[in-house]
């Protein structure tokens, strides 16, 4: 069989990084709307924009992570 006749070094039960990549998407979006907040937070008692910023960074950061974390959801 093809599958037999293996040249590279990959296992044949190769693991899956879902389950990593899962937990890293729930830390980063946990981490994300955290820091937005605090930013948020900061530029309005500061009143300086390199907070504001700072919480659009960490903000569309949650947003990635939450979107990787519905696709994980999707293909589960």
């Known amino acids: 069989m093809w ?3 293996r040249e590279g070094t990959e296992p044949v039960n190769a693991r899956s990084p879902v389950r990593l990549r899962r937990v890293l998407s729930v830390i980063a ?3 994300g709307v955290a820091l937005a907040a605090f930013f ?3 530029a309005k008692v500061t009143g300086e924009e390199v907070w ?3 919480a659009v960074i960490a903000a569309a950061v949650a947003l ?3 979107g990787d974390i519905m696709l ?3 293909r589960k």
């Open 64 to 66: 990635v992570a939450a």
């Open 40 to 42: 948020a937070w900061r």
């Open 3 to 5: 599958l037999r006749d």
């Open 52 to 54: 504001s910023w700072e």
């Open 29 to 31: 979006l946990v981490a």
């Open 72 to 74: 994980l959801r999707r």
